[in-house]
C-alpha cells in the first residue's frame, strides 16, 4: 500500500482542508478551517492513514 506524503502534514486528518499556515510549528497542527488542534506527528500519521486506505479501496 503507497500512500503519497505530499503535502501531508499540512493538511488536516478532519476536515480534509490542506493549508501551509495551519502547521504552526513541527509539534502542532491546528485547521484554519475548522480550528481543531492535534499534534502535528499524529495529525500526519492519521491523514497519510486515509490516504493509504483509500487508495487500497479506489484500486478494487
Known sequence: ???D????SQQCSKCRHTDRKSRIGQA???????GGAAGGVVDRGLVEA???TSSVSSAT
Open 1 to 3: 500500500m503507497y500512500a
Open 50 to 52: 486515509h490516504r493509504g
Open 28 to 34: 502542532t497542527f491546528a485547521c484554519r478551517a475548522f
Open 5 to 8: 506524503p505530499a503535502y501531508a
